[in-house]
Each structure stands twice: as structure tokens, then as C-alpha cells.
């Protein structure tokens, strides 16, 4: 099982932050089959072999993905869309 952790600063208002977030939440479930929901502030998704959340709070959203085998072997390639996804998005 791998872990991925993400923070990404950010200067929005807390609808563009939500708006951002739906757009990560929305590739990752185009790219893994994720089912997501809303709880206040975070975001929940998972699926078989994926789950995790995006959490936003003021100046930061922090992403966190626990992949179960067979999903970890890439990792790393998830981690640096992800990663270069939430930077583009979570600018001011």
C-alpha cells in the first residue's frame, strides 16, 4: 500500500478553492473509476484499491491518496499529476 500526501498553498476565496477542488476530485475520478462526496470542507473518494480525501482549509488544500497494490506500483507517476494538478489549480 502507498501513500500519497499533497499540501498546496493557496490564496483563494473558499468557493474558488472549492471549484479547484472539484476539478482535481473530477480528473481523478476520470482517470481511477472514483466515486466523490462532499463532506462540509472535505472531499471524499474512493473506489476498490483507492481511497482518500482533499481537505480545503484557509491558504491550503492538503490531498491525501492511500493506493492498494496493484494502483501503487505507479505511485509516483499519480503523485506528479496530481502534484502539478493542484499547483495549476490552486493559484491566485
Partial sequence: MA???IVQEHH???E???AAAQQVADKLAEQFELTCRWDGDVLRFER???NGALTLRPNQAQL???LGFPISM???AVEAKVTEKMRKL???
Fill in 16 to 18: 474558488q478553492a472549492r
Fill in 48 to 50: 476498490s484499491g483507492v
Fill in 64 to 66: 491525501q491518496i492511500a
Fill in 90 to 92: 490552486f493559484v491566485s
Fill in 12 to 14: 483563494l476565496a473558499p
Fill in 3 to 5: 501513500d500519497i500526501n
Fill in 74 to 76: 505507479m505511485a509516483a
